[in-house]
């Protein structure tokens, strides 16, 4: 307690000084991808996969027959026999390092907390 009397009010720790604070901050770049050949037209995946192999991510995204999709839960509730394995289409598989799969859990995080917010909004707005 003896310490706490004895110190002033500019004895703050450095991190909570506006110049480091500033510093700590990341500094954001625009950045423009531009399309090569069809990149740039969207891809339909209903279904993804990740497999992590030392440094990197495969992300394989993938197409299921929509019918098959919701036929699978009929037939299990009725105790019919599901197939042992389903045939898709693979659509794209994204190879990303580590990093990269951290900023797009990022992105992926803040993208969805804002849908939820704007869900729970529109349920709280009176009819």
């Given at each position: 307690?003896?310490?706490a009397k004895g110190k002033k009010e500019d004895d703050r720790p450095a991190a909570s000084t506006p110049d480091t604070a500033k510093a700590a901050e990341p500094t954001r770049m625009g950045i423009r991808l531009m399309p090569v050949d069809n990149s740039d037209q969207p891809?339909?995946?209903?279904?993804?996969n990740l497999n992590i192999a030392p440094g990197m991510a495969f992300?394989?995204?993938?197409?299921?027959?929509p019918g098959l999709l919701t036929a699978l839960p009929r037939v299990a509730r009725s105790g019919g026999k599901l197939p042992e394995s389903v045939n898709g289409k693979?659509?794209?598989r994204v190879?990303?390092?580590?990093?990269?799969?951290a900023n797009l859990h990022q992105q992926i995080g803040r993208m969805l907390g804002g849908l939820r917010e704007a869900s729970a909004k529109a349920a709280k707005k009176p009819s």
């Open positions: 307690m003896a310490d891809v339909l995946a209903n279904y993804t992300i394989d995204f993938g197409c299921l027959e693979l659509a794209v190879a990303m390092g580590y990093d990269g799969l």
